[in-house]
């Protein structure tokens, strides 16, 4: 398979797509890679958005996108409207081993799910029809977003820069692919 910056470059919609996504999967999880516990959970900007409160982030968002609107299966994650941003907040009693494994196990499901429909299978959300083409560029978006926070901060953090994921150099299994 030919690639670019860990994606493919050739195969059907769907596969580029998968591909770009899990590329982007990657770069947050190595973009967090050799940071200690405490940086991790530091907060760097006003927001206090944190290395480990985006990865927790992605793993609900991945959660609620394809198991609930696509896959039609109830999160298992609690969600609480009085607390918006407690998906990106870091428990005392959570550790990062704990959040990299929710979001690797959250990919792998979302993976799953998707090799089972097509692009044009339509579902509500939450009073409009979407397809799944677009709940796939839309976690694209979000993913790719939140990698671009997070090499920000890891910039922050120890001045590391261009910490995306690049296949030559790291595991060429894409996450939740055997």
């Not at 979000?142 to 690049?166: N, Q």
Request: glycine share 8%.
């Amino acid at each position: 398979m030919t690639t670019a910056y860990g994606a493919p470059t050739q195969g059907d919609e769907k596969a580029v797509l998968v591909g770009m996504l899990d590329h982007y999967r990657k770069t947050i999880v190595q973009i967090c890679s050799g940071v200690s516990e405490d940086d991790l959970r530091r907060p760097m900007v006003p927001s206090g958005s944190t290395l480990l409160g985006l990865v927790k982030h992605l793993a609900f968002v991945e959660r609620g996108w394809f198991e609930e609107v696509v896959g039609n299966t109830p999160s298992r994650l609690v969600y609480d409207d009085a607390d918006p941003d407690m998906d990106f907040r870091i428990e005392p009693d959570e550790t990062s081993e704990q959040i990299f494994e929710m979001y690797r196990a959250a990919c792998e499901r979302s993976n799953e799910i998707l090799a089972g429909v097509s692009l044009d299978d339509v579902t509500q959300w939450p009073n409009r029809d979407v397809n799944f083409r677009w709940v796939l560029a839309h976690m694209l978006e979000e993913t790719a977003r939140h990698t671009g926070h997070a090499d920000i901060l890891r910039e922050m953090i120890d001045g590391r820069v261009g910490a995306g994921y690049r296949a030559e150099l790291y595991d060429q299994t894409p996450i939740g692919l055997d």
